[in-house]
């Protein structure tokens, strides 16, 4: 008995031990990596997280270590035994100077860790913004994400992609959050904390990921049925990438003749009502841009690859991938999916 | 049990029930007329559109009488706790009276504001905050009224005694928190917001 | 006792009646006004539920032991978490705490019953139907995808989702109205407990004599009064804003859904504390007993407790770190959030100071308060981390925060009840739990509650949100997942053999007596269940500690207290 109860008390700093351990190696490995861990930061906002939280880890650890260690003492010396005399111990009703100094130090803990954050949150808060930065508008919606890059006039869906920003050439991205309908929260943990999307509430934060490649992240604020699956692909480019990813979606929808049957259901079922695709006369904004949908590498906000198949399936019966997503089964027939599957198949 | 000392000469002075609970009652209703002024204030200026406070007519009557209501109790009050019984009765009378003519003229200026300023609970923001805000005051003066007007039958079928006074006091506490939270919401609407 | 005279007219033979057919049974339990069946209603009634949100929880976790698993639609998983969360904190946490209080409090200063015996089965039913009211709703209504009417927007139900555009079902209005009905119950009992405390009790108890758990009831029912009334403002708000056309948080009109946001929280971070309160008055009654030990500084106990209710009631916005407010008004929040950690604090190092030096019986009431003193420090400490606004930017509405909620909930305030339960079931019935099945309830479930929760706090720093129905499969958190699964099987185990102790215990457990722990406070003085009437001599007391003083004639407490 008397092992285990002291086993509970070694565990949990060895489980911190070693968090922080995991931590340490995974903040080494450079770059994206599939498992959004906040322990692996990417860019300066995270970075400042990661290193403020190892101190307060330290100053927390180390309270838990004494005053787990006093109880756990106290557990072992303090317990009845067998041969007790059968008196009662002595009544200790209390002590000012104790009580005292066990307030003063708690105090003390706080001024420090208080001042340590306040440094933290004005330095991420108001970081001043540099002539550089790249301007993105991010719009909510349930259950996607729409990307505006009000300096390129561009309009896309569910991945973001930005420049590389490194410490010779840095290029911050300052995102401006609004919402179209509920509240989302945009969450990419090796990048940044995350922040709220609320209607009629613009906010704004800053990221300049160092590293090139693909980072995960999903909404992180319950917007209703599928906010599970309202998920985030960030695609730092270098700035070659990054221009001719631009130059890309500046380009009008492609107009292919031998897909025309698939274009024209495109403009006379209900797509154009929700979808635009520049260059055509869908217009409509309540989904996703489809204009450069085959230079997404997912369909549904990451809910689904995007394959032929994929397309396919979500088109017949969106709840194949995620039941009570807004978009409606459509009751096309076979062929009319497989005309529009051709036609989305060309908009690059 | 039989044996713990006594100590005759310790005694411990407690309030009574029933003004602790009353007290209890006012703090936590005055927590819920906290968060609709603070509804109020927070959106004062801020309707998109419709009718804004400028239509408000500033009920200088209505508060005097609601206010007056506050002293006609306590004197109420003063009466029963002397025995007076009748003097009570007249002064209780006068105290509903009082209230009444609050309600009435709140129903006759938000006739106005409903039928010719076009202006109800869901024309805008100004229209919401200021129908929840007085209605839950009205409300509450309705509910003090019903209170008042079970104590008048009792009085007049000849229920109520002079050792009834702590009761009667009971009651007059929320009265006068009724009045109270007047003070604020009008301060609040139509000094303040105008 | 029962054979002194009294002034009380008829004999008094027995504690209560004989008990007739089962009709006149069940009907002195409905109509009854005596604290204590009223206590024992509410206990009953918030095991009952603990046991459904508990299957809801289990349901969860089922979806949740692999990726992309089709246990629960999602429709469903979003009502259950939200029922989930509903029920334990309201038809749960509330009504526990009012029910142990309604049993106990006037038992320990000495009291016959509570000021108000009518308001108080006034309180219990409103909140009994209310609650019925709330689990009605997964049958009133054909709902989404045919999955009942139950709330699915979050304990927290944000605007704008909840307003009829987003949610045009009856789900938002069972949440908003059920819980406006429990709230009129719960001040009830507040109001009641605070007019039994300050005005009921027996000659000699001052304030500084009370019992500390009538002292935390006190302080709970004091900020119970200024907490439960801004949730009922807002909701009324809400049903205004759903049916009268209002625009309180219609962002068209120009309404701030951030307004919500903050009335919620006004509420829901010192209802936290209105429920971890009454569990630190349950551990201040337990550690000493079993530590052979007068509490360690009662007063600077009474003043952090009090001190614990008044600043609770600055830090709501840390729940708001990420909705952009100010970096001033962030830091604000910072400050205040960890200034709540300094009595907080201080309570526990009291606690330690009453074991030092004492003679420690760990029967199961203690080996609960010493779990949950390791686990509330635990959770204290990520409480420490949250309140790191900047982090909290990263753990916000992750796994770790749940992690954290429940080692407050479940790992403090759970085990706390837990111990009440073995410390004062022999009061209540007359008759020991089992300390056998005690031990073994409680290892078990001390192992799931680390297995789930420990594991929990890691899937949430790698990255995964909560209030998500399934997760993809390559973000590295299977594994973690189905271990903290499988620790949530190893707690239910746990909680049936609870349930089972208590049933069998009631017939079959070793008869209790009066004072089967060596206690020290009245409620210890009356009979094993006490009678209707509970004392048959009005105490008078002398001291915090009565039966001490009689225990120990040459040595009481009256000559050292200040």
Same mark, same amino acid.
Request: proline residues 5%; charged residues 10%.
């Given at each position: ?348 | ?194 | ?359 420690? !019986?760990?029967?199961?009431?203690? +080996?609960?308060?010493?779990? @949950?003193?390791?686990? *509330? $420090?635990?959770?204290? /400490? =990520? ?47 007359? !008759?020991?739990?089992?300390?056998? +099945?005690?031990?073994?309830? @409680?290892?078990?479930? *001390? $192992?799931?509650?680390? /297995? =789930? ?110």
């Amino acid at each position: 008995m008397q092992r285990r109860r002291s086993l509970s008390s070694v565990r949990s700093p060895i489980s911190w031990l070693s968090c922080l351990s995991a931590g340490a190696h995974v903040a080494f490995a450079q770059g994206p990596q599939t498992t959004p861990s906040i322990l692996a930061p990417e860019s300066t906002p995270a970075h400042e997280i990661y290193g403020l939280s190892l101190f307060v880890l330290l100053i927390t650890g180390t309270i838990f270590v004494v005053v787990a260690g006093l109880l756990t003492y106290a557990i072992i010396k303090f317990r009845a035994r067998g041969t007790d005399d059968q008196h009662e111990p002595a009544q200790v009703y209390g002590s000012v100077q104790v009580e005292l100094a066990w307030t003063v130090i708690p105090v003390l803990i706080v001024v420090v860790l208080f001042l340590t954050t306040a440094r933290i949150i004005f330095a991420i808060q108001d970081a001043p913004k540099p002539k550089s930065a790249l301007d993105v508008t991010v719009v909510g919606h349930q259950f996607w994400w729409e990307f505006r890059y009000p300096k390129y006039g561009i309009v896309t869906a569910n991945e973001l992609h930005v420049p590389v920003s490194t410490a010779a050439q840095s290029e911050p991205v300052y995102l401006r959050l609004l919402s179209a309908d509920v509240d989302h929260s945009f969450w990419v943990p090796q990048l940044g904390g995350k922040t709220d999307l609320i209607p009629n509430h613009p906010n704004e934060m800053w990221i300049d990921p160092r590293h090139t490649g693909l980072y995960l992240g999903q909404c992180a604020q319950f917007c209703g049925i599928e906010h599970a699956m309202m998920l985030l692909r960030v695609y730092v480019d270098t700035p070659d990438q990054f221009a001719a990813w631009v130059k890309n979606q500046q380009q009008p929808g492609v107009q292919d003749e031998k897909v025309a049957a698939g274009r024209h259901i495109f403009e006379t079922q209900a797509c154009m009502n929700c979808h635009t695709v520049t260059g055509t006369v869908a217009k409509g904004t309540f989904g996703p841009d489809l204009t450069h949908l085959m230079s997404r590498a997912t369909i549904a906000s990451g809910a689904a690859t995007n394959t032929p198949d994929n397309l396919r399936a979500w088109i017949k019966d969106p709840a194949t991938f995620k039941p009570g997503s807004l978009m409606p089964a459509m009751q096309l027939s076979d062929e009319q999916i497989n005309q529009l599957v051709a036609y989305l198949s060309t908009l690059h | 049990m039989s044996t713990l000392p006594t100590f005759a000469d310790e005694t411990v002075r407690m309030p009574s029930r029933g003004t602790v609970a009353m007290v209890c009652l006012i703090v936590a209703e005055s927590a819920i007329f906290t968060i609709f002024v603070v509804a109020y204030v927070y959106y004062i200026g801020r309707s998109t559109y419709g009718p804004t406070p400028q239509i408000l007519n500033v009920p200088i009557f209505n508060t005097i009488c609601l206010l007056s209501s506050s002293l006609t109790i306590v004197a109420a009050e003063h009466a029963i706790k002397h025995g007076h019984m009748r003097r009570f009765a007249a002064l209780w009378a006068l105290t509903m009276a009082l209230g009444i003519e609050f309600l009435v003229g709140t129903g006759i200026e938000w006739r106005k504001m409903i039928f010719e300023d076009h202006l109800t609970i869901r024309t805008n923001l100004f229209g919401t905050t200021f129908y929840s805000l007085v209605g839950l005051h009205a409300s509450h003066v309705i509910v003090g009224l019903l209170m008042l007007s079970l104590v008048m039958i009792f009085t007049l079928l000849g229920y109520v005694e002079q050792s009834h006074a702590e009761r009667i006091q009971v009651l007059a506490l929320y009265w006068h928190f009724v009045d109270a939270v007047w003070v604020v919401v009008f301060t609040v609407v139509y000094i303040v917001g105008r | 006792m029962a054979d002194q005279s009294l002034p009380i007219s008829g004999p008094l033979t027995e504690a209560y009646p004989t008990r007739g057919t089962f009709l006149e049974w069940l009907h002195s339990w409905v109509v009854t006004v005596d604290h204590k069946k009223l206590g024992i209603l509410y206990i009953v009634y918030a095991v009952f539920f603990l046991l459904v949100a508990g299957a809801e929880a289990m349901a969860m976790r089922i979806q949740l032991a692999v990726p992309n698993n089709h246990f629960l639609s999602p429709e469903l998983f979003n009502e259950f978490f939200t029922m989930h969360g509903t029920t334990m904190v309201f038809l749960v946490g509330m009504t526990i705490i009012f029910g142990i209080g309604n049993y106990l409090v006037p038992l320990m200063i000495g009291a016959r019953d509570m000021a108000f015996p009518r308001l108080n089965a006034f309180s219990f039913w409103l909140s009994a139907f209310g609650g019925l009211l709330l689990y009605f709703s997964f049958v009133g209504g054909f709902g989404l995808y045919g999955m009942g009417s139950a709330p699915d927007v979050t304990w927290w139900a944000y605007a704008p989702l909840t307003a009829k555009a987003f949610t045009p079902g009856h789900n938002t209005d069972y949440w908003a109205l059920s819980l406006i009905v429990m709230g009129f119950g719960t001040l009830g009992a507040a109001i009641n407990t605070l007019a039994t405390a300050f005005s009921m009790r027996c000659r000699g108890m001052t304030l500084l004599r009370m019992p500390l758990f009538v002292w935390l009831m006190i302080v709970t029912s004091a900020l119970t009064l200024i907490t439960i009334t801004p949730l009922t403002a807002a909701q009324v708000m809400l049903i205004i804003d759903r049916y009268l056309g209002g625009h309180f948080f219609d962002a068209q009109a120009g309404g701030a859904p951030i307004v919500w946001m903050h009335f919620f929280w006004v509420f829901g971070h010192p209802e936290v504390y209105v429920l971890i309160l009454p569990a630190f008055g349950i551990a201040s009654e337990v550690i000493p007993v079993f530590s052979r030990k007068a509490i360690f500084g009662y007063p600077a106990m009474v003043a952090a407790s009090v001190g614990i209710a008044f600043v609770s009631t600055t830090v709501w916005a840390h729940h708001m770190f990420t909705v952009g407010m100010t970096s001033v008004g962030n830091t604000f929040f910072v400050l205040s959030t960890m200034m709540v950690g300094i009595p907080t604090g201080i309570k526990i190092f009291n606690w330690i100071a009453t074991m030092w030096g004492g003679k420690i !019986r760990f029967a199961t009431p203690m +080996l609960f308060c010493t779990a @949950f003193l390791f686990q *509330f $420090l635990c959770a204290g /400490l =990520t409480g420490i981390m949250l309140s790191i606004a900047p982090w909290d930017w990263q753990l916000h509405n992750s796994y770790f925060v749940i992690a954290h909620f429940h080692y407050t909930l479940t790992g403090s305030f759970l085990f706390c009840m837990f111990a009440a339960f073995y410390y004062w079931y022999p009061k209540v019935t007359g !008759r020991m739990l089992s300390e056998k +099945l005690g031990k073994w309830h @409680f290892w078990l479930f *001390f $192992l799931g509650f680390h /297995l =789930t929760f420990d594991t929990m706090h890691f899937v949430g720093i790698l990255g995964m949100p909560r209030s998500i129905y399934t997760y993809e499969a390559d973000r590295g958190w299977n594994t973690l997942n189905f271990w903290i699964s499988m620790g949530g099987f190893v707690q239910a185990i746990a909680i049936l053999i609870f349930a089972w102790n208590m049933i069998d215990s009631y017939r079959r457990g070793k008869e209790a007596g009066n004072d089967p722990w060596d206690a020290w406070t009245l409620e210890w003085s009356t009979p094993s269940p006490p009678p209707a009437y509970n004392f048959a001599e009005d105490p008078v007391v002398r001291s915090r500690r009565p039966l001490w003083d009689i225990k120990h004639p040459n040595d009481p407490d009256w000559k050292y207290e200040r």
